[in-house]
């Protein structure tokens, strides 16, 4: 059994509509088992919530605008497939439905000038239930047996709209029973990504870039031997190709390694979108909709080759700013680093990195640059009589700073690594502020001045990457 996922961009051309086709084609010529996991089109999900929230403030016109823009978009796609014209009225006539309810629930909100998060999901599913019958048709059209599907059938969640969660045990109990009778008569389910329902039948959705997270909770439930997440890129990257021209794809990663590069700000899939498939251990392949001959990155739980390749890939966070706690009073303080953290967290503001010098006389750590005054001023609130009493001499701050991040589950015990990796930065005199490896983390982070960030991606991927390439 395998689960397709494929993003906004796969849907909305005549060539991606191609592309999906022979995809499937394909994929069934392997395992006669497919199920097709589908994003609304790029934009639409956007556009729907610009709609709803407009609706909320009593604006009318906009959502009007918004929904003969949708209908219009939609139907000219459904152009471009090569359907009978009894399956056009169809798909076309189900299209209205959707875009008549768009327009239904956003005049109940106007009319109430309130928007629910419950509400808000029920607006914001609409995207994938259009896409899906798209999908679902050009594919039947291609001859291959297919059937829209609504995850609100198979998807059971709890009620925290906007951010739902699966519950798996009665999701799997309807996804087997469900998508378990379409596959055994041949026919490849397309079901809505994104989408859930509470056990009562409410509609949630599961976060942003949700169908990602469609795709690993439908394989797990179904035990996949494979999920295959279909883009418009060939996989994941050494580094962005935008700073490091030679960055090159990936043909392995390791569900951790992955998670890391996501925490620091690469756009790969994110770490709660894959869990219930790396729980499994069911490889997740990142593919390219538009070169399907390319292998792309394939997710496992251990790689064979990190003897050879104990980095992976050099990832950087900017917009950040540096902290420091600084005096020689905090030496055998207790409870400085504790409220330190507790003024920190007060702001809710997200701290990426720690790191404090063994002499106790300097805790640094860095947040976002937005979050930066604010947690200066909750700082010196918290820690006022230590300032009066010059324990503590000075809450400095350096902005802006970014943390360059190197990904590899090789790090914490290949000797050399490190030195490396810092090796690359001291030859081009970039200087390094701060450092932090975790001890089992698959990540050596650095500290450098903004100035400094791009130089410091390029170097590491030329001195250490490069060399590697390959292997
Ligand atoms: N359409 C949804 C979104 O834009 C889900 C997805 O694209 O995966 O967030
Ligand atoms: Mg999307």
Request: a negative charge; glycine letters at 8%; hydrophobic letters at 45%.
């Amino acid at each position: 059994m395998l689960v397709m996922k494929f993003g906004g961009t796969s849907v909305g051309s005549q060539e991606a509509f191609r592309q999906v086709i022979k995809i499937v084609q394909d994929a069934l010529t392997r395992d006669p088992q497919v199920v097709v996991v589908v994003s609304a089109m790029s934009g639409v999900t956007n556009a729907l919530i610009e709609g709803a929230t407009a609706a909320s403030r009593g604006d009318h016109e906009t959502y009007q605008r918004l929904k003969s823009e949708l209908l219009s978009r939609h139907l000219s796609t459904v152009d471009q497939l090569s359907l009978s014209p009894a399956m056009r009225l169809d798909v076309s006539g189900h299209i209205e439905d959707r875009l008549h309810d768009f327009d239904r629930f956003c005049r109940s909100v106007a009319i109430l000038r309130e928007l629910t998060p419950r509400g808000l999901d029920l607006i914001s599913a609409l995207g994938e239930r259009l896409s899906v019958v798209m999908i679902a048709a050009a594919l039947s059209s291609a001859g291959i047996k297919a059937q829209a599907v609504e995850a609100t059938e198979l998807i059971v969640t709890d009620d925290n709209f906007g951010q739902a969660s699966p519950l798996m045990e009665e999701t799997k109990a309807r996804t087997e029973a469900r998508l378990g009778a379409l596959l055994a008569r041949g026919i490849v389910p397309v079901v809505t990504g994104f989408i859930g329902a509470t056990p009562e039948g409410v509609t949630t959705t599961l976060g942003r870039s949700g169908s990602d997270y469609t795709a690993a909770i439908l394989g797990a439930c179904l035990a996949a031997t494979e999920i295959y997440i279909w883009k418009e890129v060939d996989g994941i990257m050494t580094a962005d190709p935008r700073i490091v021209k030679e960055a090159y794809t990936l043909p392995e990663m390791t569900y951790a390694e992955a998670a890391e590069l996501a925490y620091f700000g690469a756009q790969v899939l994110h770490p709660k979108t894959i869990a219930p498939a790396a729980e499994l251990g069911i490889p997740l392949r990142t593919v390219n909709t538009f070169n399907p001959a390319h292998p792309g990155t394939v997710l496992v739980r251990e790689r064979q080759n990190t003897d050879k390749r104990p980095i992976q890939a050099v990832s950087v966070i900017k917009a950040l700013s540096l902290i420091t706690v600084e005096g020689r009073g905090m030496l055998g303080v207790p409870g400085i680093a504790a409220r330190t953290f507790a003024a920190v967290a007060r702001r809710n503001a997200n701290v990426l990195m720690i790191s404090q010098s063994s002499s106790e006389q300097h805790i640094c750590f860095v947040v976002p640059l937005a979050a930066a005054k604010g947690v200066i001023e909750s700082l010196e609130d918290e820690l006022r009589l230590e300032m009066l009493k010059q324990n503590i001499d000075r809450i400095g701050q350096q902005a802006e700073v970014a943390i360059v991040a190197v990904v590899g589950e090789g790090i914490a015990y290949t000797p050399g690594v490190a030195a490396q990796i810092v090796g690359a930065l001291g030859k081009r005199r970039i200087n390094i502020v701060a450092v932090a490896q975790g001890s089992s983390a698959c990540n050596f982070s650095m500290v450098v001045d903004i100035k400094d960030a791009d130089d410091a991606v390029r170097a590491i991927h030329q001195d250490v990457l490069m060399p590697i390439n390959g292997s």
